[in-house]
């Protein structure tokens, strides 16, 4: 009766202990910073991509590595600059002189961890070819549209006080990550755990996959069966008309946002073993999944209303009948 | 328990709701309260409500108590004694006239067919428990919140306000009474709250014969009058209550000369009855309720058309005045339909003097014991008045109620003098009996036959429901002139009354007239007997629909419609049970916190384990829909004791 008999679906127990593998993995690497790894994996997870925004040199780029080394697979990375090109993303077709035929030459994108450092160094044009991507995990060159391979995973970074010679995302292309996660600065222990790791090298090099593909798209499909129940989806959809109702708020959360952070708990849920969300993972996951998305009036600052509405919203009665 | 699970019955549910509790025992206050009044018995109410009290805390605490066997054998057989007793109460009562397994619908009809507010009062009430009761239960039980619609009742409590001021100011009141619509009478237990003595009325001197009529009526006898209602009536035009009239006065006291009498069958008949007299403007009917013993006369507005009292027989004395054998008794109804003459002062106008005695009886005229001064005194009144019977009456009658003062302060005529003499040389101070005495014998003495009447007042008159409430200092004296074409007229010399004490039918154009769409009382027509009530009728069906309206807003409120899911069986308890365990702590779940939260922050207490358990329990059943099952609540419940 139940889905397990069907299919090889992972227990929550045993996804469970494959993201604390993971997580393990990257914290050889990353010295605390326990939520912004278990939200980077969380992207991964539910199947959306991640923005990291924070200040050069506290670790982006560090953490979507170790995630892209403990997972396996295909990890490659994108400088993004001024003058790259879309066709520098996706790939592009060169003719072959030996055998008189056009050949496309996939680009960075077909792969299955994308690291965009830098993103709103990119032209507009340029990230929106990414876009496709990573809306729709497929691209489209010169008329022909390849889709890519699962899993397909964008860390995007960004530096959010430098706007000299940046393009800012769009909203759009902002809307189409799952969520984004400030690093923070590190506390005095941290840094020096962090000195002290890389007295004798950088221990990145040693780093090796925990956990195949094939896992990871388990954990994917794992994170699908996982139950928000009709209270959840209540919470969420009142969460959302609270956040629209504020004042400071011009641009409120759009309906994927809502889709996103369902998914987002999902995932969340996998990591401590359950096969469903509870309330608890939606308040945490509000602010990284939402407040990126919201354009706010004047000087407010969306992850504030975010933090007011998610502490003064009543939960859905217990009673469901 | 055993027992219970061999014949598979399903475990009774604790009632933890206090306010369910609370409207039990007021309903068994109200009830106890109605036995007091009516019972007349105030140590098995009082001690039926302690004892009451006292199993509701038992009761209440140890709800949760498992019950011992020989316990449970206790408190079912009281049950089934009480009701054993209810049934067999029931059964007998049929044929005695009581029926407790009567509706409600019934019980209160009857209580304001009787007039009997009170009571009514407390149906009300004991309905309203009832209702409470069900609701706060049944609530409590489905874990519904309610929010009444504050704003539409709040209107509609604020238009109903408006409308009833509105509905006061408008209403025409009759004169000379005062505007009080809203008559509060609550049974009144002590011996004697009013200031007014007063020698000569049937209240106070139940002696003479069986009837506890009086022979007499002594102007320096007094007695006491309080504020205590004597009778209810029904009735269709506000009037005076006649009762006794006495046509001989010595010596400072009234008596009847003529001793003779008429005895009738309880129904008196129209045909039985005098004709209607001449002017005649109509019938109006009236049913008394008597409330305090009183004696046996029939009090009515005069003249008569057909009577109904139920007695053995009654008796008309030679002045008109119909009674009974006995006392009338508290409860004892009868009814009345008068006519209504018309006696307009143009009437009354053409109304010549005729000489001789009305009814051939010379003590109509005799005027002998009125001192000669007093003599020349009733001429000086009505110098210049003396074109017809008329004015000269309605002269004398102005010139006592403006030279004279009205006081219920009376000091003692001095031995020796006559009272009435006093009254109008040295005193100049009175109360209704000194001004319908003096006025009475001034007229004699100026050749205008007249007698003095007694009886009540009108009362406190209600236009709207079309209802007096007579209490003991509204016994009155008035005069009865002689008007060759129209018969004993009422006057009343006292200040503050009208002159002309005539009856006249109340001015309905407002929110009157909605009672008198109703049809008329008549006797022994249960419809007519509805209709009677006037705008009251329309209360019962108001409050059950008010009360239908609440129940169907509160079912669809807590129905969930479209998914026919009723609740997993663990659900309620598990519930229930988390809701009793943040009782305990002392702190309740704040509406924003989730369970982990508040497991979080109620750490650390005596229960923290179980706590932990009951939290992920709540987050299984209510996010995961796995509810446990009922034996695992029941176990948590238990480490909970």
Same mark, same amino acid.
């Given at each position: 009766?139940?889905?397990?008999? !069907?299919?090889?679906?992972?227990?929550?127990?045993?996804?469970?202990?494959?993201?604390?593998?993971?997580?393990?993995?990257?914290?050889?690497?990353?010295?605390?910073?326990?939520?912004?790894?278990?939200?980077?994996?969380?992207?991964?997870?539910?199947?959306?991509?991640?923005?990291?925004?924070?200040?050069?040199?506290?670790?982006? @780029?560090?953490?979507?590595?170790?995630?892209?080394?403990?997972?396996?697979?295909?990890?490659?990375?994108? &400088?993004?600059?001024?003058?790259?090109?879309?066709?520098?993303?996706?790939?592009?077709?060169?003719?072959?002189?030996?055998?008189?035929?056009? &050949?496309?030459?996939?680009?960075?994108?077909?792969?299955?961890?994308?690291?965009?450092?830098?993103?709103?160094?990119?032209?507009? !044009?340029?990230?929106?070819?990414?876009?496709?991507?990573?809306?729709?995990?497929?691209?489209?060159?010169?008329?022909?549209?390849?889709?890519?391979?699962?899993?397909?995973?964008?860390?995007? @970074?960004?530096?959010?006080?430098?706007?000299?010679? @940046?393009?800012?995302?769009?909203?759009?292309?902002?809307?189409?990550?799952?969520l984004a996660a400030e690093m923070g600065p590190p506390t005095d222990d941290e840094a020096m755990e962090v000195l002290a790791r890389r007295e004798h090298g950088d221990p990145i090099a040693d780093l090796r996959a925990v956990v195949s593909l094939a896992e990871v798209i388990e954990l994917q499909d794992a994170c699908l069966k996982v139950v928000a129940a009709p209270a959840i989806r209540t919470y969420i959809v009142s969460l959302l008309h609270a956040i629209r109702l504020r004042q400071e708020v011009l641009?409120?959360?759009?309906?994927?946002?809502?889709?996103?952070? &369902?998914?987002?708990?999902?995932?969340?849920?996998?990591?401590?073993?359950?096969?469903?969300?509870?309330?608890?993972?939606i308040k945490l996951l509000a602010l990284p999944v939402l407040s990126h998305r919201l354009g706010m009036r004047g000087r407010f600052k969306a992850a504030d209303v975010v933090e007011e509405v998610v502490a003064s919203l009543p939960l859905p009665p217990l009673r469901q009948h | 328990m055993n027992l219970r699970r061999f014949l598979k019955l399903p475990p009774s549910p604790v009632e933890n709701s206090l306010q369910a509790r609370v409207f039990v025992f007021l309903g068994f206050v109200v009830a106890s309260v109605a036995v007091a009044i009516y019972g007349q018995d105030y140590v098995v109410p009082a001690a039926g409500v302690v004892v009451a009290a006292i199993g509701h805390v038992v009761s209440y605490r140890g709800r949760n108590k498992r019950r011992r066997l020989a316990g449970q054998i206790l408190v079912a057989g009281?049950? =089934?004694?009480?009701?054993?007793?209810?049934?067999?109460?029931?059964?007998?009562?049929?044929?005695?006239?009581?029926?407790?397994?009567?509706?409600?619908?019934?019980?209160?009809?009857?209580? $304001?067919?009787?007039?009997?507010y009170?009571?009514?009062?407390?149906?009300?009430?004991?309905?309203?428990?009832?209702?409470?009761?069900? =609701?706060?239960?049944?609530?409590?039980?489905?874990? +519904?919140?309610?929010?009444?619609?504050?704003?539409?009742?709040?209107?509609?409590?604020?238009?109903?306000?408006?409308?009833?001021?509105?509905?006061?100011?408008?209403?025409? %009141?009759?004169?000379?009474?005062?505007?009080?619509?809203?008559?509060?009478?609550l049974p009144s237990f002590t011996s004697f709250q009013g200031e007014m003595e007063n020698p000569a009325l049937p209240l106070v001197q139940i002696s003479g014969d069986p009837s506890g009529a009086t022979n007499s009526i002594d102007l320096r006898f007094r007695g006491r009058l309080g504020d205590a209602p004597v009778m209810y009536v029904r009735t269709g035009a506000p009037a005076y209550w006649r009762g006794l009239v006495f046509d001989t006065y010595q010596g400072g006291q009234w008596t009847a000369s003529n001793r003779s009498f008429v005895t009738f %069958?309880?129904?008196? %008949?129209?045909?039985?009855?005098?004709? +209607?007299?001449?002017?005649?403007?109509?019938?109006?009917? *009236?049913?008394?309720?008597?409330?305090?013993?009183?004696?046996?006369?029939?009090?009515?507005?005069?003249p008569i058309q057909s009577l109904y009292a139920p007695v053995s027989a009654l008796r008309r004395d030679a002045y008109g005045?119909?009674?009974?054998?006995?006392?009338?008794?508290?409860?004892?109804?009868?009814?009345? $339909?008068?006519?209504?003459?018309?006696?307009?002062?143009?009437?009354? %106008?053409?109304?010549?003097?005729?000489?001789?005695?009305?009814?051939?009886?010379?003590?109509?005229?005799?005027?002998?014991?009125?001192?000669?001064?007093?003599?020349?005194?009733?001429?000086?009144?009505?110098?210049?008045?003396?074109?017809?019977?008329f004015d000269q009456v309605m002269a004398l009658t102005t010139y006592l109620q403006t030279n004279f003062r009205y006081s219920l302060q009376l000091g003692q005529a001095p031995p020796g003098l006559d009272p009435v003499d006093?009254?109008?040389?040295?005193?100049?101070?009175?109360?209704?009996?000194?001004?319908?005495?003096?006025?009475?014998? =001034?007229?004699?003495?100026?050749?205008?036959?007249?007698?003095? +009447?007694?009886?009540?007042?009108?009362?406190?008159?209600?236009?709207?429901?079309?209802?007096?409430?007579?209490?003991?200092?509204?016994?009155?004296?008035?005069?009865?002139?002689?008007?060759?074409?129209h018969g004993w007229v009422p006057v009343d010399p006292s200040p503050g009354f009208a002159a002309l004490a005539a009856t006249q039918f109340p001015n309905r154009w407002a929110a009157a007239g909605l009672a008198s769409l109703i049809p008329h009382l008549s006797i022994g027509a249960p419809l007519a007997a509805l209709g009677s009530l006037g705008i009251l009728a329309a209360i019962p069906p108001a409050v059950a629909i008010a009360l239908l309206v609440v129940v169907v807003w509160a079912w669809f409120r807590t129905r969930r419609w479209g998914r026919g899911v009723r609740a997993a069986p663990g659900e309620s308890e598990l519930l229930r049970?988390?809701?009793?365990?943040?009782?305990?702590?002392?702190?309740?779940?704040?509406?924003?916190?989730?369970?982990?939260?508040? *497991?979080? +922050?109620?750490?650390?207490?005596?229960?923290?384990?179980?706590?932990?358990?009951?939290?992920?329990?709540?987050?299984?059943?209510?996010?995961?829909?796995?509810?446990?099952?009922?034996?695992?609540?029941?176990?948590?419940e238990k480490r909970l004791r």
């Open positions: 009766m139940s889905s397990a008999d !069907r299919e090889p679906v992972l227990v929550p127990r045993r996804a469970a202990e494959l993201l604390a593998r993971i997580e393990e993995n990257v914290h050889r690497v990353i010295v605390g910073k326990d939520k912004v790894v278990r939200l980077a994996a969380t992207g991964l997870v539910a199947g959306g991509h991640v923005l990291l925004q924070d200040l050069p040199g506290t670790g982006k @780029t560090l953490l979507a590595r170790a995630l892209a080394t403990s997972v396996g697979g295909a990890f490659r990375r994108i &400088q993004c600059t001024p003058d790259l090109l879309p066709s520098d993303i996706t790939g592009s077709s060169v003719f072959n002189q030996k055998d008189l035929t056009f &050949q496309f030459i996939p680009g960075p994108v077909f792969a299955n961890i994308v690291l965009a450092d830098e993103v709103n160094r990119a032209t507009p !044009r340029t990230q929106s070819a990414l876009l496709e991507a990573m809306g729709e995990g497929q691209v489209t060159v010169e008329g022909v549209t390849r889709p890519l391979e699962r899993p397909f995973f964008v860390v995007a @970074t960004q530096n959010p006080t430098e706007f000299h010679g @940046t393009y800012p995302l769009p909203e759009s292309q902002l809307d189409r990550f799952i641009l409120p959360a759009s309906m994927r946002s809502g889709v996103y952070l &369902q998914r987002a708990a999902q995932a969340w849920a996998l990591f401590e073993g359950r096969d469903f969300v509870l309330p608890d993972d | 009281l049950v =089934m004694a009480a009701l054993a007793y209810f049934l067999a109460d029931s059964v007998l009562a049929i044929f005695g006239g009581i029926l407790p397994q009567a509706n409600f619908a019934i019980l209160y009809l009857a209580a $304001v067919f009787a007039w009997d009170p009571f009514g009062i407390l149906v009300a009430l004991w309905a309203i428990c009832l209702a409470g009761f069900w =609701m706060t239960s049944h609530l409590r039980r489905i874990d +519904a919140k309610v929010a009444g619609p504050i704003r539409p009742l709040a209107l509609a409590l604020a238009g109903a306000l408006a409308l009833g001021v509105i509905a006061f100011v408008f209403i025409p %009141q009759p004169t000379a009474l005062s505007p009080t619509p809203l008559v509060v009478s %069958q309880p129904y008196i %008949q129209p045909r039985s009855l005098p004709p +209607a007299p001449k002017h005649n403007l109509g019938t109006f009917a *009236q049913v008394f309720r008597v409330v305090r013993t009183l004696p046996g006369v029939i009090s009515a507005a005069y005045t119909f009674r009974t054998p006995d006392v009338l008794r508290p409860g004892q109804t009868y009814s009345v $339909v008068s006519y209504l003459p018309n006696l307009s002062p143009q009437e009354l %106008q053409s109304d010549p003097l005729l000489p001789g005695n009305p009814e051939n009886n010379p003590e109509y005229l005799n005027a002998q014991n009125l001192s000669p001064r007093a003599h020349q005194l009733a001429a000086h009144a009505v110098a210049g008045h003396t074109d017809t019977e006093w009254f109008l040389f040295d005193a100049k101070i009175g109360y209704c009996e000194q001004f319908a005495t003096a006025e009475t014998l =001034m007229l004699r003495s100026l050749g205008i036959p007249a007698r003095l +009447a007694t009886g009540y007042s009108t009362g406190d008159y209600n236009p709207v429901l079309n209802e007096s409430i007579v209490r003991e200092h509204d016994a009155h004296a008035w005069v009865e002139v002689w008007f060759s074409g049970l988390y809701e009793n365990v943040q009782r305990r702590l002392k702190r309740r779940r704040a509406p924003p916190e989730t369970p982990l939260e508040y *497991q979080r +922050a109620a750490r650390g207490g005596p229960i923290e384990p179980l706590l932990d358990e009951l939290t992920e329990a709540v987050n299984q059943g209510a996010y995961a829909g796995r509810w446990p099952g009922s034996e695992r609540v029941r176990e948590l």
